[in-house]
């Protein structure tokens, strides 16, 4: 499964951004997905992921209320909607892919995209 991040950028505190994340190869509809961010000089923290349905999502505490994670219904591709940003949110922005695991561990992913940066900024 490959994975390729987009959508980042420069946005001022209490904008919006919306983040894809599209997905190739064989059976990648089947996986559930998540979103991570890392800080300049802090470690990769989980923010969001969605199960293979789209059913059920899961969210950091820290951007509940802010982001929503979706899935398309062909299943390949997930968005993560950003709104009311904050200068704390910026981070690279990685999504990832597991079959099964912890939804909040990244150790359970097993692909990765490359990430896209977001920053929030006056």
């Known amino acids: 499964v490959q994975l390729q991040a987009s959508g980042g950028g420069l946005v001022q505190p209490g904008g919006s951004l919306r983040l894809s994340c599209a997905a190739s190869g064989r059976s990648s509809s089947n996986y559930s997905r998540g979103w991570f961010r890392q800080a300049p000089g802090k470690e990769r923290e989980f923010v969001a992921a969605i199960n293979w349905s789209g059913s059920n999502t899961y969210y950091a505490d820290s951007v509940k209320g802010r982001f929503t994670i979706s899935r398309d219904n062909a299943k390949t591709s997930v968005y993560l909607q950003m709104n009311s940003l904050k200068p704390e949110d910026t981070a690279v922005y990685y999504c990832?892919?597991?079959?099964?695991?912890?939804?909040?561990?990244?150790?359970?992913?097993?692909?990765w995209g490359q990430g896209t940066l977001v920053t929030v900024s006056s």
């Open positions: 990832a892919a597991q079959r099964i695991g912890t939804y909040y561990d990244m150790r359970s992913y097993t692909y």
